[in-house]
């Protein structure tokens, strides 16, 4: 196995894309001899010429063009990394589901970004965990089957509605509430029958639709078309500004609960200012 120096790569891989050691020399702030050095010893390790060296001018030779190819490819791909590297680096990849992203994380995340400016927050959403370095998953779970240390919020449910809905219920018309079946089926269910058994009679005549996630039915729910089942921390802006209310004083609380999967010191400074941030944040 031939051993040669990454600088001596280096060097090379200048000098071939330049065609010019002098040129080359310039562009690596060294001496031209230090270039010529450099190729002399990589040759004298690879028993065969790189360069064709004729009146100050060189060109490759049918090694060097071979050699040139796998030396920028490579160079290129070590390049890439190192950016890719240094961006994560400054940015926190949040993965968590479409509504706990769309209805808590990036209404909150207008207050983070005015008081950590220097910390950009990307957020995607979707079951499965990334596979990307930085990546920071926010997860909703059964949080008997989470470490304490990790959740951020165990949540409690109860019925919601526009304030223009909930004036027009009655016992002779039918309320539609939605509720979610989890596209998860690990997950526990939401607590419903327990909401019924302690608020027995708060909906007198109820008809049940359902969706796949809760932003579905919190949406049908402030365009006044429904009831929705769901949890508090979803709602809680809504309820603030009254596009939403509960229809009981009386929540329930559930099994379910997000959480940072292994809040630990794996994760970068960066990252533990935002999980305390929003530890402090979520309601």
């Known amino acids: 196995m031939v051993k040669a120096s990454l600088q001596a790569i280096r060097v090379f891989e200048v000098a071939a894309r330049l065609e010019s050691f002098k040129e080359a020399a310039e562009e690596l702030s060294i001496t031209p ?3 010529s050095h450099h190729i002399s010893n990589l040759e004298q390790r690879l028993g065969v010429p790189l360069f064709t060296r004729k009146n100050r001018k060189v060109t490759l030779t049918v090694g ?5 190819e796998a030396t920028t490819d490579g160079l290129q791909r070590i390049q890439t990394a190192l950016d890719d590297i240094k961006l994560d680096a400054s940015r926190i990849n949040v993965e ?4 706990f992203a769309a209805l808590v994380l990036i209404p909150l995340l ?6 950590y400016q220097n910390i950009d927050v990307e957020v995607s959403t979707g079951e499965a965990v990334s596979a990307k ?5 926010i997860r909703l779970g059964d949080v008997n089957m989470v470490g304490k240390s990790s959740v951020l919020k165990v949540e409690r449910f109860n019925v919601y509605g526009a304030p223009s809905y909930l004036r027009t219920m009655s016992a002779n018309k039918t309320s539609f509430i939605y509720l979610t079946k989890w596209k998860n089926s690990k997950l526990p269910d939401s607590p419903w029958t327990d909401w019924l058994t302690e ?3 708060a909906i007198p005549n109820v008809g049940i639709r359902y969706f796949d996630q809760e932003l579905y039915g919190v949406y049908e729910a402030m365009a006044g078309k429904g009831l929705v089942f769901c949890s508090e921390t979803l709602v809680s802006e809504f309820v603030k500004a009254n596009t939403l209310q509960p229809i009981s004083k009386q929540s329930i ?3 379910l609960c997000y959480y940072i999967p292994t809040q630990s010191g794996q994760y970068s400074a960066k990252k533990q200012i935002f999980i305390k941030w929003l530890n402090a944040n979520i309601i």
């Open 33 to 35: 001899a230090g270039v």
């Open 64 to 68: 060097g063009r071979q050699l040139s």
């Open 96 to 99: 968590t589901t479409s509504s």
């Open 110 to 115: 207008r207050d983070f970004n005015q008081v």
């Open 133 to 137: 370095m930085n990546a920071l998953p």
């Open 199 to 201: 608020n027995e009679g």
């Open 253 to 255: 609380e559930s099994q």
